[in-house]
């Protein structure tokens, strides 16, 4: 009777300890995916036009939603985001690939507009997501909160290399600055090449939030913080 006692004893030890294993194997995977880096996050500012935006980078193997953009972003492959006021056809608000647009068409490589500098940190899924909440909930712009202000708020959202938003371009480039930005003449950021098929305006906030296509080519005369 007591070998069956210790037989019994010992398969049940021999099941929670195994048992235990799958658990623990199960919550290392677990933490791995979600330290596992899916895209990166870029703050750029361009002097000659006080312009600032974000552009995300899909570095994993698999497509990644951007926001609201209506597409998935395949593996190496990028979305800019920002928002303007006073040069777009459609009004001021968020938009997708408008920066991305501008510069390929607009800045040819001679062009002194042609650069400028940005900042990056790496971004997991769950980053991401929360990446993603703040540019479905960032659809406004003012003279006072500009593209800086927007962009920032979508940056500080994930810590690391916090930037103060202070309103005048000036102070935003001087943060960048203090913080090693890199120009883009001598990095590895090469922001996508869109067509006008991928040229968006984000429409309503959050749960509402949808988009419809808009025309990047600026018209009237740009305010602060807006081309």
């Known amino acids: 009777m007591k070998k069956i006692k210790r037989i019994i004893a010992i398969l049940l030890t021999a099941t929670i300890l195994f048992g235990t294993c799958i658990i623990a194997s199960a919550a290392d995977e677990g933490t791995a995916n979600n330290t596992e880096v899916v895209a990166r996050m870029y703050l750029c500012h361009k002097a000659s036009t ?7 980078e899909n570095l994993s193997s698999k497509s990644i939603q951007v926001g609201a953009y209506p597409y998935m972003v395949p593996k ?3 979305v800019s985001v920002g928002t303007y006021g006073t040069t777009v056809e459609d009004g001021p608000g968020l938009y997708y690939n408008f920066e991305a647009w501008r510069y390929r ?3 040819p490589v001679n062009n002194p507009d042609h650069k400028f500098v940005y900042l990056y940190k790496d971004l997991t899924a769950d980053d991401l997501v929360k990446v993603n909440n703040m540019i479905v909930n960032s659809n406004r712009w003012s003279k006072i909160l500009n593209c800086a ?3 920032l708020r979508i940056w500080n959202k994930i810590p690391g290399q916090k930037v103060i938003y202070l309103y005048f371009p000036f ?6 600055a203090f913080k ?29 939030v949808t988009t419809q296509l808009s025309n990047p080519t600026p018209i009237g005369e740009p305010s602060n913080g807006d081309e």
């Open 171 to 176: 102070l935003i480039e001087l943060q960048l």
């Open 76 to 78: 190496g492959s990028g």
């Open 180 to 208: 090693g930005a890199i120009n883009n003449i001598d990095g590895d950021l090469k922001m996508i090449v869109p067509t006008l098929n991928q040229t968006y305006k984000q429409i309503d906030l959050g749960d509402s």
């Open 50 to 56: 006080d312009h600032t935006w974000i552009y995300i």
């Open 149 to 151: 202000y927007t962009a």
């Open 105 to 107: 068409y607009l800045d």
